[in-house]
Structure formats: structure tokens, C-alpha cells
């Protein structure tokens, strides 16, 4: 059975030393996902997230940073919500 890693919406910081506060704009859009107890707006929350992460993702200059692992742990826990639909 796979074992998953939910991201702590409260835990994650909103600025990073090394990083600007506009590349953490996903984390936003995944707050708004992961607090949203509406299942009809739901879909659309977990769509619009999953857009900023991955455009994040494709920015990113080192793919092992500790915000890359932040974003697939983001991804993975919007995949969870989804299948709960």
C-alpha cells in the first residue's frame, strides 16, 4: 500500500532566503486547493494549482532543491484530493 507524505499547509513558509516571494505564488494556489471543503469547487481549485506548480516545476534551475521536493509533495497530495472526489 502506498504511503504518502501530506505537504503541511500551515508548516510550509511562505518566503524562502533563496528564493523571491513571486516563484512561491503556487503555494497560493495549493493552500486554496488543500482548504477548500466545496467539492463542486474543488476540481477547479486542484486544476488551477496544479497549472502554478507545474509552471514552477519548469523554472526551477536545480530539479533537486528542496522547493522541487516541496512541489511533487504538493502534486501528489492534489492527486490524493482528486481521487477522494
Known sequence: MPQYRFLDVEGLRAEMPSVKHNDRGWLK???AAALEF???RLP???DVA???IYQ???RLPI????EHIE???ALN???VLKRML
Not at 530539479?63 to 528542496?66: F, I, L
Open 29 to 31: 494556489d495549493y493552500r
Open 38 to 40: 466545496d467539492r463542486n
Open 44 to 46: 477547479a481549485n486542484i
Open 50 to 52: 496544479e497549472k502554478a
Open 56 to 58: 514552477r516545476l519548469r
Open 63 to 66: 530539479a533537486d532543491s528542496k
Open 71 to 73: 512541489l511533487r509533495d
Open 77 to 79: 497530495c492534489l492527486a
